[in-house]
C-alpha cells in the first residue's frame, strides 16, 4: 500500500471540512465539518505511524480524539446557549463582533 | 493511484480504494446536504470509514476508540444538538451561508497545496506491512513519555465537562 | 574531613512556606466561619514560620561557625565572630565555604528532565526567611486594626499570607522552576491585593497595570531560566548531577569556566529584565507608585521585604551568571549598574513632585532598589543584601506611619498638602517613628541605613565603578531631602484640611500666621475648646476632601473627627520596626571592625574551592528522590582544621573565583568579590552631603511655609470667617502655584518635571506608542490590502468574485465563516509561498 494513499485521502477530507467550516451557516454543521478535519489529521497521525513503525502517532491520535470529545461537548454546549438566548443557531446573526 | 504493483498489497488497496471513495462521497454530502439530520447521518458514514481506514493501518485499539468516541458518544451528542436546536428535520433553506462559494477557492487551493506536496514528498513511499499494534505498546506510550500531555487532556475534559454543564445548564 | 553541622531547622525549613501555605487555603474555606475572620489563622502561620525561620538562622550560624573551626557562640554570634576574626588575621582567608543545606524532592518528570521541588538554605534565605517573616507578622498585626470591618477583610488576610508564602517559596527555592513559581504566586498575590477595593475604578486599573507591567519582565524570567537551563544541563549532569535547573548547579555552572559568554551574557540579561519589571527599575518602574492604590499595609509589605526584593534576590542568588555575563570584576559600567543609576536619579527627582504621601515613599523604593542594584551590578553583594535587610525595616516602619496617620490623622487621606501637615503634635509616637525611619532611610550616621547605603556606595566606588559612586552619592543628597519634604509636608507646618479637623485654629491659625515652630500651645487648646462650633465647617471641607482624596471611605469613620494618635494595633509594629530601624545597622557595622561583620561572617558565601561530586555523589538520585547534598557535597577542599599552611594554600588557589578558571574537579559557588575597606574619611563625604540634604531641606521648606503664611495674613483676613474653609481650599491652589514657583527656580522642578514628564510622556508614550502603531498598522492594512488588494483580486476573478466580493469588502463582518475562509486561505497562501520558496 502506498503512503500517499492515505495522506491524500487525508488531505481531501481535510479540505472539505474547511469548505463546510466557511459555507455552512448552521452552528452545528460547522462543528460537523470541524470534525471532519480532525479526523483527516488523526488519519494523517496513523498514516505516519505505520510508515515509520512506532506507536507515537497513534498516541496523539488517541489524544487528538479526547480533545475532539471536549470540544464537541463545549461547542454543543454554546450552541444551545446561543439558541436559548436567540432562537437562532444561524453564525451569519451572530455578528456582534464586527470591527 | 496505482492499484497494483508487485510491492503492493492488492487486496489492502482495493479495500481501501473502496473505503475511500465512500468516506469522500459522504463527506462531500456531509457539507452539501440540505438536511442536517442527513448530514450527522453523513458524518457516520465518514467517521466509521475513517475507522476502517484505521484497522488497515493496523491501528485497531485507536479504530476501536473511534468508534467507541465518535460514532458512539459524540454523534449521538450531535443529534442531540440538532434535535435541542429545533433544527427543521426535513429539508432546510439557507443551510448555508450567502458568501459560502468562498470556501470553495480556498478549500481548492489547500487541497491542491497538500496534495502536491504529498505527492511530491512521499511519491512512490509504500508502507511497511505491520502486523497488529499491541495495545501494550500504546499504554507504555501513554502512561511514560507522553504522561504530562495525558494529564493535560484528562485537564481539558473535566474542564470541558464542567464548562459544558455551565454552559448548557438553566438558570 | 570533618561534616558540617546541620539541624532540624535546617532541614525542615521547607516547612516555613509551607505553614502560611496551607493557611492560605485554610483562611479560604473555614476563615469566616472563625471569631476573628480568618486573620487568627494567618496570624498564627506567619508566627510559626518565624519561630521555624529563628531556628534555621540560629542553626545556620552554629554550622558556619563549627565549619570554621570555632565553637559556637549563640545566635548573635558577636563573640564568635570576634574569635573567628582573630583566627581569620592569623591564618590568612582560611575559611571553608559552607555549603547550603539542599533538599530536593522530585515534583514531576518528563522524558528524562526531571524537576525537583525543594530547599536551598543559605546565609541569604536564612536571612530573608527571617526578615519576611518578621515583616509579615508585623504587618499582619498592624492590618488587624486597619483593615478592621473590611468588606472582604478574610480574603485579604488570605491574599497576604500567600504573598508571604510566595516569597518563602522564592527564598528557599532549590531550582529555577521553584523560583518562579514563587516569583508567579507573588504577582498574582500582589494583583488581588493592589486591586482590593477593586470597585474603584483606578483600583483595579492600578491592579492590572502592576500585574501586567511585572508580567512584561517576566517573560525574561522564562526566557532567561530556558536560555540557562540549556546552557547549564549537560555540564551540571555530568559534574553535579543535577539538572541545569538547580540554583547551586547554575553557580558552580557560571564559574566553572566551562560556560559560553555569549549564553552567560544573554541569560544574565533576559533574567535581568524580569529584575526591572519586579523590582521596579527604570523603563518599568511605572507601576510601583500607582500600585499604591492597595491597602497601606499591603504596601508595605510590598515594598520592605517581598515583592519588589524578589528581583534584587534574584540576582543576588544567581549571583555567579551575572558576575560572569556582565563581566563585573573586569569592566566600569554594565547594563545594572546603567539601569540602577538612573534609576536612583529619576526616582528622587520624581519623588518631589508627589503630592501623595505613600507615592513619595513608592519612589524612595524605587530608588533604595536602585541602590540594591547599583550594589550588585558593581560587585558589591555584601551591602546590597544588607540594604534588602536594613531597607525592609525603615521603608515598612514609613508605610506603617503613613497608614497611620491616614488612618487616624487625615481621614483616609494620602495628600500631604491637602490634608496633613502640623501631625506632630497630635500624633507624637507615630511622628518619632517616622522620623527614626526616616533619617534611616536618609542615612544618617548610627541608623541603620547608613551602614548599608554607605557601604553600597564605598564598594561601588572601590570597584572601579567611580562615576556611579557620584550618581550615588547625589542619589543620596535627594533621598534626605524629600524625605524631609514628605516629613515636613507631614507633621510640621499647619494643619490643613482633614489634618485639621476639630482643630478651629487653622482656620484662625491661617490668618495669624501660625508656623509650626511658633504655634502657641494655647492656641491648640483654645482651638479644641472652639471646636464644636468649627466642626460643622472643617467637617464639609473634610468631605469635600475626602472625594478627591486617595482614601477608600470604605470602612470606620462616617463623620470626620479630629486627629488623634493610632490604636496601640498600629503603633506596636510601628514602634518595634522604628527600634529596629534603629539597630538593623549594626548586624553588619563595617565601622567598628570585623567582629560586628555579621552579614560577612553569615550571609556572604565564601568564594572557596569545594570538590566537585562528579557523577553525583551529591545529587545522586535515588529511587526515593530524596537528595541531600548538604552534608554531603560541603566538604571543603581542604581540611583547614589545623594546619594553617595548608588553609592558606588552599586559600591561595581559591582566590581566583570567578576570576580565573577553577580546576578541574573543584567547583566555585560563589565568586570572589572585593570589600572595600571603612574609612571614616570616606564615610564622612556620604555624611556631609546627607546631612547637607536634610538641612537644606528643611530650611527650604521652613522658607516657604513661613513666606507663604505671611502671604495668607492678607488673604484671609479679607474673607468672612464663614467662608473660611471654602477659602482654604481656593488658596490652596494658589499656594501650591507659589511652592512650586520657588523651587522652580530652585533646582530640582525642571529636572523633576522633565523626569515626570519622560515618564508620562516617552515611557507611557512608547507603550501608547506601540498601540498607536498597532491600530494605523490594522487600519493600513484593511485599507489598502484587505480593502484594495483581496478585494480587487476577488473582483478581478469572474462569477465567483461576484458572489463573494460583496460579502468580502467588509471584512470585519463578524461572521465567523468569513473569518474562517479568510484564515484558511490565508494559511494555505503562506504555506504555497514557503513551497515555492523551497522548492
Known sequence: ???????????????????????????????????????????????????????????????????AAAEVGVGLGMVLLVYRNRRSISLDELSEMKG | ?????????????????????????????????????????????????????????????????????????????????????????????????????????????????????????FDDTTMPDAGPTPTEAIADNVLAPYLVPFLAISFILLAAAIGSIVLARKD | MHELQSGWFLENAWLIPLIPGIAFFLILFIGKKLPMKGSELGLASMAASLVLAAGAAYQWVQRTDAAAGTESAGPVGFVAGFARSIAASEGGHAEPFVAPVIRSWTWWQNDGVELGIGQHIDGLSVMLLLLVTFISLLVQVYSLEYVRGDRRYTHFFAAITLFSAGMLVMVLAENMIQLILGWEIMGVCSFMLIGHWWEEEPNARAALKAFFTVRVGDVGLLVGTSVLFFGANEWTQDHLGVSGFSIEGLQAWALSGDASHLVLLWGAVALFCACIGKSGQFPLHTWLPDAMAGPTPVSSLLHSSTMVVAGVFLVARLYPVFWEGFSIPDSSTNVIVVIAAITIVISG??????????????????????????????????????????????KCCLFLCAGSVSHSGSHHSFDMKKDMGGLARKMPITCGAWIVAALALAGVFPLAGFFSKDEIIDNVGYNGYTVFMWIALGGAFLTAAYTVRATYLTFFGES???????????????????????????????????????????????????????????????????????????????????????????????PFGEQWENFKEYVEPRPELVSATPGGVAGAETPSSETESGAAGAVPAADEGGDESEGSAEAEAAVGCGLTVPEESAVCYFPAVDHAEFKWSKAAVSLIVVIAGLVSSWFVCVALYTKRNRHLVGLTERFAPARAGYTFLANKYYLDALYEGVIVRGIAHPIAAAAYWINQNVIDGIVNGAGRAGKWLGGFFYKNIDQGLVDGAVKGSGTVANATGHALQPVQSGKVSQYGGLLFGAAAVGAIVLVIINV
Open chain 3, 349 to 394: 527627582l520624581l519623588a518631589f513632585v508627589q503630592n501623595d504621601i505613600k507615592k513619595v515613599l513608592a519612589y524612595s523604593t524605587v530608588g533604595q532598589l536602585g541602590y540594591m542594584m547599583l550594589g550588585l551590578g558593581a560587585g558589591a553583594w555584601l551591602p546590597a543584601v544588607f540594604h534588602i535587610f536594613t531597607h525592609a525595616f525603615f
Open chain 3, 496 to 590: 490643613r484640611g482633614a489634618a485639621a479637623v476639630g482643630d478651629a485654629h487653622h482656620q484662625a491659625g491661617l490668618g495669624a500666621a501660625l508656623s509650626a515652630h511658633d504655634a502657641p500651645h494655647d492656641v491648640q487648646q483654645e482651638g479644641e475648646l472652639e471646636a464644636d462650633a468649627a466642626h460643622g465647617e472643617a467637617g464639609k471641607v473634610a468631605v469635600l476632601l475626602e472625594e478627591d482624596g486617595a482614601g477608600h471611605g470604605d470602612h470606620g469613620h462616617d463623620e470626620a473627627h479630629p486627629p488623634h494618635e493610632s490604636p496601640k494595633l498600629l503603633l506596636i509594629p510601628i514602634c518595634i520596626l522604628a527600634g529596629l530601624a534603629v539597630l538593623a545597622g549594626f548586624a553588619n557595622a563595617t
Open chain 1, 1 to 67: 500500500m502506498l503512503a500517499v494513499n492515505f495522506l491524500l485521502l487525508g488531505a481531501v477530507l481535510f479540505s472539505i471540512g474547511v469548505f463546510g467550516v466557511i459555507a455552512r451557516r448552521n452552528a452545528v454543521m460547522v462543528l460537523m465539518s470541524v470534525e471532519l478535519i480532525l479526523n483527516a489529521v488523526n488519519l494523517n497521525l496513523i498514516a505516519f505511524a505505520l510508515l515509520h513503525g512506532n506507536v507515537d502517532g497513534q498516541v496523539f491520535a488517541l489524544y487528538v480524539i479526547a480533545v
Open chain 2, 1 to 121: 493511484m496505482i492499484v497494483a504493483a508487485d510491492n503492493i498489497n492488492v487486496a489492502q488497496n482495493v479495500a481501501f480504494g473502496i473505503i475511500a471513495f465512500l468516506m469522500v462521497f459522504s463527506a462531500l454530502c456531509v457539507v452539501t446536504t440540505k438536511n442536517v439530520v442527513h448530514a450527522a447521518l453523513w458524518l457516520v458514514l465518514v467517521l466509521a470509514g475513517v475507522a476502517a481506514q484505521y484497522v488497515l493501518a493496523a491501528a485497531e485499539f485507536v479504530a476501536v476508540s473511534q468508534v467507541l468516541v465518535y460514532v458512539g458518544a459524540v454523534m449521538v451528542l450531535f443529534l442531540f444538538g440538532i434535535m435541542l436546536t429545533r433544527a427543521q428535520i426535513g429539508k432546510e433553506r439557507g443551510l448555508n451561508n450567502k458568501s459560502w462559494a468562498l470556501g470553495i477557492p480556498v478549500a481548492l487551493m489547500l487541497g491542491g497545496l497538500l496534495s502536491y506536496v504529498i505527492i511530491d514528498e
